[in-house]
C-alpha cells in the first residue's frame, strides 16, 4: 500500500514524514522519530507504558496508526521539561522516588500530566484513578502517588514555568 | 564473634557510622528514566545491516515433529534465514542445571509456545509475517497439563527431594488429632513491563557481543558458547537494566540471547530478538503452581506434633529450575514454626506447559502457603484463633531452634534477649491495633449482611543465601581514576530493584567521596566473570561486599601513600566528603590518586565475596544453607461480597527486617512492590490454559496484575529499627527483594477469614489460591452448603 504523507507537531517541532498506512504511532515514534522513551510493553493497549500526548490527552501509542495523528500535536517524554531542566512532574518523579526499573516511568509522566492540566489539586482517589491504566509491576504504585502529589503541589506553587508543548 | 571471612573485611569497618550508607538515595538512573532516556537495549541504536527475528511457536502441547515446511517463510518479504535446530553449529542445550531442554525443540514438542524455528528479516514486521507461513507437521501425543495427574503417572522432570526429621508418621498417628488436606495454587507471570529482548554483535574471529536484559550474564555467555561451539572468552555478555525482571529473566532470558546470537552467527549481522508479550508469556517460564497434599497431627493446643506433605511443583516440560525451586519451598515450609517431625516430599511434576522458572521469593512462598492453609485449618478444626496456633508453634525456646534441615533460627543471644521474629509480630499487631480490628470486624459480620471483613497476620522467616552453596560468590571491579573519580562494575545486574545505587553507596562510603563521583557501568562478563545470577535477594550481599572488598583494597593502598605524604599514622588519616584528612590539614581524594599514580601504585582492584559459614547437602537436605535468616510480619484487613465474591484489601500494616538498611527508601519501595507483587499471585492473577494447553492469558488485558486502584488505601510500611544484621553483611544490612512478596499471604488468609466468618469460624473455607471474585463465590456457596445456617 502507498505510503501516506503526515504533518505533525512533535514536542514542539514540527514534523513530516512518509508513512505505511498500519504503521503503529508507537512504531513511528520510536523508529521513525527515534524518540525511544516511549516504551512498548503490552502492544495491546492496557498497559499504559507508550502513553503520549495528542493534542493534550494521553493516548496508547500502540493503539493508534502514525496516520491518524496528521495535523495533531504530539508530546513525548522527550518533550516534557526545557532548556535540560526538568518538567516539575519529572521533578517531583525522581525526587520522590517514584520508579523502579523505570520502563512505565515515561507513561505514567504523561497520564499525571494530562490528570494536572485537568485537577491541579487531585485527591488521591482520583490520582489512583487517573493513573489505572497504567500498569507498574516494581513500586506497588505508593511512591508514584507521592509524587503526583509533590508534582501537583510544585506546580501549584508556581515552580512550574517551565511548561512545555507536552504539558 | 567467629569471624571466618577474611580480610580486608573487619568487623569494625562495617559496623562505622556511615555517611552514605543507610541513608536514602535516590535510584541512580532516576534522573535519566524521568527524561526517557535511561536506555533499555530494544532502545539502542540499529547498526547498518540489523536484522530482526522473530520465533516459530508450536501451537500443539505434546507431539512428534514430522516436518517443517519452511520455503514459503524463506520466499516471504525480507527474509534473510529461517534457522531450525540443524543448524545449530554447538549445542543445542539451554538448561541452566540438567541437561534436558533445547533451544529449538528438536523431534518433538513438548508445549505449546515452545520455540521450534526462528525467522531472520530486515524489519519485525517483515519477520513476524514469515513466521506465520512456517508449516510445521506434527503428529500429536497425549498430553498432561496437571501437576496431580503427572504424580499419579510419577511422571516428573527430575528426581524427588526429601526432607525428613523424626518419624512424622509416628507422631501423628500419636497425636491428639490429626487433619489431613490440599491446598492449591496457581503460578504467575511475571509480567515484567519490558519483554525479553536480546541484541547479538558478530564481531571478528567468531567473537560475539550479546546485550541480553538478562539477571544472569555469565549463563548467558556460557550457553552462547555452547551454542555456537566456541569457548566461552569468545562471548562477551553485557546488560546495563533491565525493565523488570523478578527472576523471569534469570534462566529464560538465556534462550532469546542465544537465538539472536545464533541469528547472527548464521547471517554475519547485528540482529535483535524482542518477544511481542503475546510470545513472551506464551514461551517463557513463569512461577510453579503446585498442589500442596498434607497429613498433620497436633495437640489440643494446635501444637503440631508432626507433618507430612506431598509438594507437587507444576515443573512444566523441563527441569529449569524446578530442583533448587522444590528446595526452598521444603526449606520453607516451616515458616517461623519449630516442626519437630518432619517429612516433606518435593515432587516435580511434568506437564506439557511451558517450563517454570525462578519466580521473586523461588518456591519460598508456595511453601509458606502450605503451612498458614494448615494453621488456619488446625485453628478452625480448634475453634480457635489462628493466631494461637502460630503461638504454640513459633521457634523458640519452648519449642526448639532448629530447622528440619538442621539449621539454628537464632544468631548469639536473639533467643534470649532479642527475638526478631518476636519483634516483627509484637510491632505489627500493634501497629495495626489488631485486637481493636478484630473487635470491629467480629461487630461488622454480626450485622450479617453482604459484606463480609476478614482479618490474618501473617509472620515470615526467609533464609538468604542460594541454597546451592556454591553460587553465593560475588565479584566486582573498581578503578580510581587520576582526578578521583570512580569506575564501578560488579557482578550484579540492574532491574529497577536498586542494586546499582546500593553498590555504588558502598564504594562511595569506603573512599569517602561524594555518591555522584562513582560512575556505575553496565554488568559486563568481560570485566567480572564466572557470576552468578542476581537473585535469591542477594545480589547486594555479595556483590555489595565484593566492591567492598575492592574499594578497601584500593584504600588501603591510597592509605600508605597518604601515610608518606602526611608524615602520619593510618590512624590519624580519614577520608571524607572527597578530602583526605588529617588533623587541619588535608589534600582532595584527586590529588591522592594522583600521588598514587606518580608513585607508581595501582588505583585497581577487583573484589571477591564468598559468603562465610554456609553449607549444604542435596541428597539428605540437611545443613546451614542460609548465612542468616531476614524477619517481617503483615496484617491485612479485607471485605468480600458474598454475592458476588468481589474482594478488596482495605489495609496492610508491614514491618519488615532489613537489618541496617543500606538505603531505606529503596527497600520501602522493594516491600511495597513484594507486597502487591504477592498480592496479585494470590488474588488477581490466574493463569488460564485451555484444553488444549494454550495459555489464553497471553497479555495483561486477560492476565490481571494489580493496578493503582487494586493496593490497599491503607499501607503502612515500617522497618524494624536498631536491628544491625548479627551476621558479617555488607554494614550489616540485609536482604530484601524476596522476603516481603510473602507477607501478602496476609491477603489470601484475611479472605479465608472472612469466608470462614459466615460459619462462625467453625469451618475452614475450601479457597484456593488465587482467590480470585470467582474462587471467593464458590468457597462462600461451599460453606453455606457444608455450614447449613449462615452465621
Known sequence: MDKVAINLTVNGRNRQALVPPRMLLSDFIRHELELPGTHVGCEHGVCGSCNVLVDGKAVRSCLMFAVQTDGARIGTIEGMGADGSLHPIQEAFWEEHGLQCGFCTPGMLVAATELLAEKPDPSEEEIREAISGNLCRCTGYEFIIKAIRSAAQKLREGNGAAQTESA | ?791
Not at chain 2, 515500617?718 to 527483594?737: D, F, I, M, Q
Open chain 2, 1 to 791: 564473634m567467629n569471624i571466618q571471612s577474611k580480610p580486608p573485611v573487619a568487623a569494625q569497618k562495617l559496623d562505622a557510622e556511615t555517611r552514605i550508607v543507610g541513608h536514602d538515595h535516590v535510584h541512580d538512573s532516576a534522573s535519566r528514566h524521568v527524561r526517557g532516556q535511561a536506555v533499555y537495549i530494544d532502545d539502542m541504536p540499529d547498526l547498518p545491516g540489523t536484522l530482526h527475528c522473530a520465533p516459530v511457536l508450536s501451537n500443539v502441547a505434546h507431539g512428534k515433529i514430522l516436518n517443517i515446511d519452511f520455503d514459503k517463510a524463506r520466499a516471504s518479504e525480507g527474509v534473510v534465514d529461517v534457522l531450525l535446530a540443524s543448524d545449530i553449529p554447538g549445542k543445542n542445550e539451554v538448561a541452566p542445571i540438567f541437561a534436558d531442554e533445547p533451544f529449538l525443540a528438536e523431534g518433538k514438542v513438548e508445549h505449546v509456545g515452545q520455540i521450534v524455528g526462528l525467522v531472520v528479516a530486515d524489519t519485525l514486521a517483515h519477520a513476524l509475517q514469515a513466521a506465520r507461513k512456517v508449516v510445521v507437521d506434527i503428529e500429536e501425543l497425549t498430553p498432561c497439563f496437571d501437576e496431580a495427574e503427572a504424580f499419579e503417572a510419577q511422571s516428573r522432570t527430575l528426581p524427588d527431594q526429601h526432607l525428613k526429621r523424626g518419624d512424622a508418621q509416628q507422631a501423628i498417628e500419636a497425636a491428639a488429632r490429626r487433619l489431613t488436606g490440599r491446598v492449591k495454587m496457581g503460578g504467575q507471570d511475571h509480567f515484567y513491563l519490558e519483554a525479553h529482548t536480546a541484541h547479538a554483535f558478530p564481531g571478528e574471529a567468531g567473537d560475539m557481543t550479546v546485550w541480553s536484559s538478562t539477571q544472569h550474564p555469565t549463563e548467558v555467555q556460557v550457553h552462547v558458547a555452547m551454542l555456537l561451539g566456541v569457548k566461552s572468552h569468545k562471548v562477551d555478555v553485557k546488560c546495563r537494566r533491565m525493565g523488570g525482571a523478578f527472576g523471569g529473566k534469570e534462566s529464560q532470558a538465556t534462550i532469546i540471547a542465544g537465538l539472536a546470537a545464533l541469528a547472527a552467527h548464521a547471517t554475519g549481522q547485528p540482529c535483535r530478538f524482542r518477544m511481542r508479550r503475546d510470545d513472551d508469556m506464551a514461551a517463557t517460564g513463569k512461577r510453579h503452581g503446585y498442589t500442596i497434599n498434607y497429613d498433620v497431627g497436633f495437640d489440643e493446643t494446635g501444637r503440631i506434633h508432626g507433618l507430612k506433605v506431598e509438594a507437587l511443583a507444576h515443573s512444566g516440560h523441563v527441569a529449569d529450575l524446578t530442583g533448587p525451586v522444590i528446595a526452598r519451598t521444603l526449606t520453607h515450609l516451616d515458616n517461623c514454626y519449630h516442626i519437630e517431625h518432619a517429612d516433606f516430599l518435593g515432587f516435580a511434576a511434568k506437564t506439557n506447559t511451558v517450563s517454570n522458572t525462578a519466580f521473586r521469593g523461588f518456591g519460598g512462598p508456595q511453601g509458606m502457603v502450605a503451612i498458614e492453609a494448615i494453621i488456619d485449618d488446625i485453628a478452625r478444626s480448634l475453634g480457635r484463633d489462628a493466631q494461637d496456633i502460630r503461638a504454640a508453634n513459633y521457634y523458640g525456646a519452648e519449642t526448639g531452634s532448629e530447622t528440619p534441615y538442621g539449621q539454628s533460627v537464632f544468631v548469639g543471644d536473639e533467643l534470649a534477649h532479642d527475638n526478631p521474629l518476636r519483634n516483627v509480630i509484637e510491632r505489627v499487631t500493634s501497629n495495626a491495633r489488631w485486637d481493636e480490628k478484630r473487635t470491629q470486624i467480629e461487630a461488622f459480620n454480626a450485622k450479617r449482611g453482604v459484606l463480609r471483613k476478614g482479618l490474618a497476620m501473617m509472620p515470615v522467616k526467609f533464609g538468604i543465601s542460594f541454597n546451592l552453596t556454591t553460587l553465593n560468590q560475588g565479584g566486582a571491579l573498581v578503578h580510581v581514576y587520576m582526578d578521583g573519580s570512580v569506575h564501578l562494575n560488579h557482578g550484579g545486574t540492574e532491574m529497577g530493584q536498586g542494586l546499582n545505587t546500593k553498590v555504588a553507596q558502598v564504594v562511595a562510603e569506603v573512599f569517602g567521596i561524594p555518591l555522584g563521583d562513582v560512575q556505575i557501568t553496565p554488568s559486563d562478563t568481560g570485566k567480572v566473570p564466572n557470576t552468578s545470577a542476581t537473585a535469591a535477594s542477594s545480589g547486594s550481599d555479595l556483590n555489595g561486599m565484593a566492591a567492598f572488598n575492592a574499594a578497601s583494597e584500593i584504600k588501603a593502598r591510597m592509605l600508605d601513600v597518604a601515610c608518606e605524604h602526611f608524615d602520619a599514622m593510618p590512624s590519624d588519616i580519614d577520608f571524607r566528603d572527597g578530602q583526605v584528612v588529617c588533623g587541619d590539614r588535608s589534600i582532595s581524594f584527586g590529588t591522592l590518586a594522583k600521588y598514587c599514580w606518580m608513585k607508581r601504585i595501582s588505583l585497581s582492584a577487583e573484589g571477591f565475596y564468598a559468603t562465610p559459614k554456609i553449607h549444604w547437602d542435596g541428597k539428605t537436605m540437611k545443613g546451614r544453607p542460609f548465612f542468616y535468616f531476614t524477619y517481617g510480619a503483615a496484617v491485612a484487613e479485607v471485605v468480600i461480597d458474598t454475592l458476588t465474591g468481589e474482594n478488596r484489601c482495605l489495609s496492610v500494616d508491614i514491618v519488615q527486617d532489613c537489618g541496617k538498611s543500606l538505603n531505606p527508601v529503596i527497600d520501602l519501595g522493594q516491600i511495597e512492590g513484594a507486597f502487591v507483587q504477592g498480592m496479585g499471585w494470590l488474588t488477581c492473577e490466574e493463569l488460564w490454559w485451555d484444553e488444549k494447553g494454550r495459555l489464553r492469558t497471553v497479555g495483561p488485558s486477560t492476565y490481571k496484575i494489580p493496578g493503582s486502584r487494586d493496593v490497599p488505601p491503607v499501607f503502612n510500611v515500617e522497618l524494624l529499627e536498631n536491628r544491625p544484621n548479627p551476621e558479617e553483611t555488607v554494614y550489616r544490612s540485609k536482604a530484601v527483594g524476596e522476603p516481603p512478596l510473602m507477607l501478602s499471604i496476609a491477603v489470601w488468609l484475611a479472605l479465608r477469614d472472612a469466608v470462614s466468618s459466615l460459619s462462625g469460624h467453625r469451618l475452614a473455607a475450601a479457597l484456593d489460591a488465587p482467590a480470585t471474585p470467582e474462587r471467593v463465590l464458590f468457597a462462600v456457596e461451599d460453606m453455606k452448603e457444608r455450614a447449613g445456617e449462615l452465621i
